[in-house]
C-alpha cells in the first residue's frame, strides 16, 4: 500500500462514512494525505463533508473583552492539560488577568504576548509562576485584538468559541452597530463561516467544492430516486462569484424556452421568470450559504441572510473585520505536539 495503512483507512472512514475499499484506494491515490482523501472521496459521490484530519480540543477556555466605547476588543484562547484545570476559579482568574493585560498593552498577538513584560517581570516568568501554583502546563495560545468604529464579541457559555467582529457606520448608528455584532458573533459562533463575503472564498476552492458539493447532491438524488421522493436540483454553480451576466442570461433563456414549451403564454412570463431565476440562484450559491456570514441565513430569523438583517438594521452598517476561536482548533493529535508547544512558551 502505497499510502493506505490500516490505521488510516480507519480515520478516514470514520471521517467520511465511505467504504473500506474506496478509503483504501483514495489515501494510495493521495499517498496517504488525509485531507487530500477526504476531498478525493467528496468529489466522486463517496464521502460527506469532514472535519480536518488532526484537529482535536485542547482543554482551556476563550475569553473575550471589550472596552467600555465598544471600540476595542480582545480574545484570549488560553490552554491547560485538564478539564478539571480549565474550570478551576484560579484558572479563570489568571486568564482575566492576562487579557487584561493583553488589551490595555496593545499586545497584537501570542508572540507579543510571549516577549511582554506583566506586573514587573516577563511574561514566561509569570507564566511559570502560574503553572508551579496551578500543577499543570498552561499556553497562551492565541491572542488577537481588534478595533473599529463599533466593535463587540460574544464567548460561548461553555469558554470553547469565541467571535470578535468590527464594523464601520455613521456615527448615529453605532449604538445599534454594536448591539447587532453581538448578536451576529452569537450567530457566527454556531454557524462557523470562514469569510465575511464570498468575494473572500479562494476561487480554487470555489471550483473544488462546486465538483465535490454537485457530487454529493448526485448521490443524495440516487438515494431519493430508490425513495421515490422528490429530486433536489442538482446546480451548475456554488458561488455568487461564478454567477456572471452571462450565465444568469443562460438560465433566464432556458426558463423563457421551457414555458414555451409548456405552452404558457408569454404575457405571464414576466410574472414567473423573477421567481425562477431567484430560484436559481439561491440553488447555485449553496457555498456562499456554508462559509461566507453574509450569505449565510441569520439565526434570529431564518427568513433573512446575514447582509438583509444587517441592512434592516442601518445601511451604513459593514462588517470589516471577522475572527472565531474555537477551543484546541489546529492542534495536532499528537500529544507531544502540544508538549513541544507548552515548551516553546516557558522558553525551552
Known amino acids: 500500500m502505497a499510502g493506505a495503512t490500516p490505521q488510516l483507512i480507519k480515520e478516514l472512514r470514520e471521517m ?15 499517498d496517504g494525505d488525509l485531507e487530500k482523501a477526504v476531498q478525493a472521496l467528496r468529489e466522486a459521490g463517496l464521502g460527506k463533508a469532514a472535519k480536518k484530519a488532526g484537529n482535536i480540543a485542547a482543554e ?32 479563570l482568574d489568571l486568564t482575566q488577568e492576562i487579557i487584561s493585560h493583553v488589551q490595555s498593552n496593545n499586545i497584537a498577538d501570542a508572540d507579543a504576548l510571549a516577549t511582554s513584560t506583566i506586573n514587573g517581570t516577563s511574561f514566561s516568568d509569570f507564566l511559570n ?29 461553555n469558554g470553547r468559541v469565541g467571535v470578535l467582529l468590527a464594523a464601520s457606520c455613521d456615527e448615529a448608528a453605532k449604538d445599534k452597530a454594536a ?20 468575494t473572500d472564498l479562494d476561487p480554487t476552492f ?5 465538483r465535490a458539493i454537485v457530487a454529493e447532491i448526485t448521490a443524495d438524488n440516487d438515494e431519493l430516486k430508490r425513495l421515490g421522493k422528490t429530486l433536489k ?4 454553480f456554488v458561488s455568487k462569484s461564478q454567477l456572471t451576466e452571462a450565465a444568469i442570461a443562460t438560465a433566464k433563456a432556458a426558463f423563457e424556452a ?28 449553496q457555498l456562499d450559504g456554508r462559509f461566507a456570514l453574509l450569505s449565510q441565513a441569520y439565526v434570529m430569523d431564518d427568513k433573512k441572510t446575514v447582509e438583509q438583517a444587517i441592512a434592516d438594521v442601518d445601511a451604513s452598517i459593514k462588517i470589516t473585520e471577522y475572527i472565531r476561536f474555537e477551543l484546541g482548533e489546529g492542534i495536532e493529535k499528537k500529544e507531544e505536539d502540544f508538549a513541544a ?6 522558553g525551552k
Open 16 to 30: 467520511t462514512g465511505a467504504g473500506m475499499l474506496d478509503c483504501k484506494n483514495a489515501l494510495n491515490e493521495t
Open 60 to 91: 482551556g477556555v476563550i475569553a473575550v473583552k471589550v472596552n467600555a466605547n465598544n471600540t476595542v476588543a480582545t480574545m484570549l484562547e488560553l490552554n491547560a492539560q485538564t478539564d478539571f484545570v480549565a474550570k478551576n476559579q484560579n484558572f
Open 129 to 157: 509562576g502560574k503553572i508551579a501554583t496551578i500543577g499543570e502546563n498552561l499556553v497562551a495560545r492565541k491572542v488577537v485584538t481588534v478595533t473599529g468604529t463599533v466593535v463587540n464579541a460574544y464567548v460561548h457559555t
Open 179 to 198: 448591539t447587532l455584532l453581538k448578536s451576529l458573533a452569537m450567530h457566527a459562533s454556531a454557524m462557523k463561516p470562514t469569510v465575511i463575503s464570498y
Open 206 to 210: 470555489v471550483e473544488s467544492e462546486n
Open 233 to 236: 436540483n442538482i446546480p451548475d
Open 258 to 285: 421551457e414555458l414555451k414549451e409548456q405552452g404558457k403564454p408569454e404575457k405571464i412570463w414576466a410574472n414567473i421568470i423573477p421567481g425562477k431565476i431567484e430560484r436559481y440562484i439561491t440553488d447555485n450559491t
Open 341 to 346: 508547544e507548552v515548551a516553546k512558551q516557558m
